[in-house]
């Protein structure tokens, strides 16, 4: 698929983040797939998945887009989202259609920059799209010059800068919107359908949902919190 019909198959749409660390409840390559099936099903245009192996669990089991990342964490630097160039390469092998990379300015592991490992990735893959996982306005944009496809506002909240938005942004979804010529995805703390629904508002072109539709757990201390403060009063 190239890029530009990924593109269109994602616009306006919902992308479901299915992700699981090891000794989470919903750890494993299976239920990963399950998720995705069960997003699918549910009408979601995009899946996003951490790892070559919950990646090609994902691929067996349907046929929508995946937005592939790979964490990992090295102990010079801060940047974790698929930081070095070989991490980008194994989520595509695996097959990811868009690669998210971290899209901030911090130092990566081993040396190499964003630039470096947007234009390797340009180079070497040139159906695959980068998306740019960013923090502040000024990511984006750096983004966007340094040739990322997409930008995301994913790490907004992640970062010594940003530590404490707890919330959606919209003001800067709006901005990055205005001002980028490429795509923004909104990501991070979308938990109801409204926070969907004004951040297309806003100007996003797609959004990213993990937590709210993946994580039962969460979801689940969402109620119990709720119950409890009105047993409290
Ligand atoms: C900051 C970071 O590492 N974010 C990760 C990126 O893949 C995931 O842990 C999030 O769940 C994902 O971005 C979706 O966000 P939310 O779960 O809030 O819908």
């Known amino acids: 698929m190239g890029k530009k019909n990924v593109l269109n198959k994602i616009k306006n749409g919902l992308i479901v983040s299915c992700q699981a660390r090891v000794?989470?409840?919903?750890?494993?390559?299976?239920i990963m797939g399950a998720l995705s099936k069960a997003a699918e099903k549910g009408g979601a245009v995009g899946i996003r998945a951490n790892a070559p192996e919950n990646i090609e669990a994902i691929r067996k089991v349907t046929t929508l887009p995946i937005m592939g990342i790979h964490k990992q964490w090295?102990?010079?630097?801060?940047?974790y989202i698929t930081p070095t160039y070989e991490s980008a390469k194994s989520i595509i092998e695996?097959?990811?259609?868009?690669?998210?990379?971290d899209g901030t300015q911090r130092r990566r592991p081993g040396g190499e920059t964003l630039e470096s490992i947007i234009k390797k990735i340009n180079s070497d893959h040139p159906n695959i799209l980068v998306?740019?996982?960013c923090a502040t306005f000024e990511d984006g944009q750096i983004a966007e010059e340094l040739g990322a496809d997409i930008v995301s506002t994913t790490l907004c909240g992640y970062t010594e800068e940003t530590k404490n938005v707890k919330e959606v942004d919209y003001v800067l979804i709006h901005k990055l919107s205005s001002a980028c010529n490429i795509p923004i995805i909104a990501e991070g703390h979308i938990h109801t359908k409204d926070h969907a629904r004004k951040a297309i508002e806003?100007?996003?072109?797609?959004?990213?949902?993990?937590?709210?539709?993946?994580?039962?757990?969460?979801?689940?201390?969402?109620?119990?919190?709720?119950?409890k403060l009105l047993a409290e009063k």
């Open 131 to 133: 998306m740019a996982d």
């Open 23 to 30: 000794g989470w409840p919903m750890y494993g390559a299976n």
């Open 202 to 227: 806003s100007g996003a072109f797609a959004v990213v949902v993990g937590t709210a539709i993946t994580r039962p757990e969460i979801i689940t201390k969402w109620f119990v919190d709720e119950l």
């Open 94 to 101: 695996a097959g990811a259609s868009i690669v998210a990379l």
């Open 74 to 79: 090295f102990d010079e630097s801060e940047v």
